[in-house]
């Protein structure tokens, strides 16, 4: 069932579930009202009969003119004896008449309701003194409250139906206009699906202040988002394969150098070698890198977190990293104890990021410093070398960004180092800032949050 149909039939159902309470309540209340004032009415003229003194006398019974006065329409009077002898009466409906003889000895009313056809009963106990010697008995047939309230109840069934009439249009013109925009929204992203675009929505939905509106808005800014991701990963293919296309190239074009003169020419092969070597080394370090990048694409979030020892580690790393460079890597913590939450692997890799372009990009002694502000951890990475120009600063976590092609394709560099960095910091739900100054050098600095027992 559509959400349409829903709509229309729970709303319908509700006003007819409102409407018939209404309806049923006012009918009873109109026919108990009618009902009592015309027990009222029955009520007066017995006691009109009683004010006369003839009546507390049983010999007079047998009069006509006893109970004459009182014929009118649709009536009976009579007088019933102890023994259920009807002694006298007098009815102008035969209905009337039919209504079982009873002797009571006390006030009662009844109310007849013959298919539709409604006769009221009064019976009043007849005393001589304090003896019961009879009783009266009036009956009136409610011709015209019979009659009306038929009348009634034909109405408020037509009243009903019309009103579920009205419900049910009003309910197919209402939902038209609910509906609308979802079945817009509906179709726009089948269009998407369908054509593998990124169409938007007209601005017609999204400028509504409605739900539907911010529906309209949410699905706007995730077509967006998938927009830039889709061309993100093209710039990402493209960059990737020139790259892996770049040292293939260089490997070939030595290979069939070496097929051809390498056999005569030792100094030739003795390059055409180097040359290989150093590409093929640059290609395992790119497909690492990338392949690094994937799979931290692909980790889960804060699974294997755990209290990491940020001293201990960057000591660790920049001893290594002093050892196999020869140069000097100088680390400076304010407390021993910096513990943060994270996955050692992951941080280690950040260090070394950090520390290999450093010693890569200067000469200098490379100082690192580590504190602690508030919740995070502040790790302080700082050369005096080369710098970088203000420029290029923006760019720097960008895939494949390097900031002089040429000149760090003899260092090495696949330009991945600083987009695995700041990928591995987000995970952390760290920062990381570079400031530079060309000619002077560069600070970068992370900031990690601490793990609890050490904040
Ligand atoms: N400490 C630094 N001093 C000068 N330039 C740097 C420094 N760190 C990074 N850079 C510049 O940023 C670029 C990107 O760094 P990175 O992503 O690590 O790639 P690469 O593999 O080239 O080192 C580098 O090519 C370099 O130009
Ligand atoms: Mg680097």
Redesign the pocket.
């Known amino acids: 069932m559509s959400l349409r149909t829903r709509l229309i039939l729970l709303s319908s159902l509700w006003i007819l579930l409102i409407v018939v309470v209404f309806n049923v309540s006012l009918y009873f209340y109109i026919s108990a009202s009618t009902t009592l004032n015309e027990t009222k009415l029955l009520w007066k003229k017995a006691q009109i009969i009683l004010r006369n003194p003839e009546i507390h006398d049983s010999s007079n019974w047998t009069k006509p003119e006893l109970l004459e006065d009182f014929k009118e329409p649709d009536m009976m009077v009579r007088i019933i004896a102890p023994n259920r002898d009807v002694v006298a009466g007098i009815s102008t409906h035969v209905q009337l008449s039919g209504y079982p003889v009873v002797f009571r000895s006390n006030y009662y009313t009844d109310m007849v309701n013959d298919f539709g056809f409604r006769m009221l009963f009064l019976q009043v106990p007849i005393y001589d003194d304090d003896r019961q010697i009879g009783q009266l008995e009036l009956g009136k047939a409610l011709n015209v409250v019979s009659e009306w309230m038929k009348q009634l109840g034909t109405g408020l069934v037509i009243a009903t139906g019309g009103v579920l009439a009205f419900a049910l249009i009003s309910g197919l013109v209402y939902t038209q206009i609910i509906i609308r925009p979802i079945r817009e929204l509906l179709e726009s992203m089948k269009a998407v699906r369908r054509n593998r675009t990124f169409v938007t929505l007209s601005p017609k939905i999204t400028s509504q202040k409605d739900e539907l509106g911010k529906l309209g808005q949410t699905f706007n800014e995730m077509i967006e988002a998938l927009r830039e991701h889709d061309e993100k990963q093209k710039q990402f293919v493209a960059d990737a394969s020139h790259e892996l296309r770049t040292p293939l190239t260089v490997i070939e074009s030595y290979t069939s150098l070496l097929r051809r003169w390498g056999a005569n020419d030792p100094a030739l092969r003795e390059e055409a070698l180097q040359a290989i070597q150093a590409e093929t080394s640059r290609l395992k370090g790119l497909i690492q890198a990338l392949l690094r990048l994937a799979e931290l694409e692909r980790m889960e979030a804060e699974i294997s977190f755990q209290p990491v020892e940020a001293v201990a580690l960057m000591r660790e790393t920049a001893g290594r990293l002093s050892v196999a460079f020869e140069r000097d890597l100088v680390v400076d913590a304010a407390d021993e104890r910096i513990v943060c939450w994270g996955e050692p692997e992951p941080l280690k890799q950040l260090f070394v990021?950090?520390l290999?372009?450093?010693v890569?990009?200067?000469r200098r002694p490379v100082r690192i410093r580590l504190s602690r502000e508030r919740s995070e951890a502040v790790i302080v990475?700082k050369?005096e070398?080369?710098?970088?120009p203000e420029a290029?600063i923006p760019h720097?976590?960008e895939r494949f960004?390097?900031?002089?092609k040429m000149r760090?394709r003899s260092?090495?560099?696949?330009?991945?180092?600083?987009?695995?960095?700041k990928q591995i910091v987000e995970r952390h739900n760290g920062s990381i800032r570079?400031r530079?100054r060309e000619t002077r050098?560069?600070e970068?600095e992370i900031r990690l949050p601490l793990a609890e027992e050490s904040s």
């Open positions: 990021i950090v290999d372009n450093a890569k990009y200067s990475v050369d070398g080369i710098g970088i290029d720097l976590f960004y390097r900031v002089d760090h260092s090495g560099g696949t330009g991945l180092g600083l987009s695995i960095a570079i530079s050098g560069t970068v």
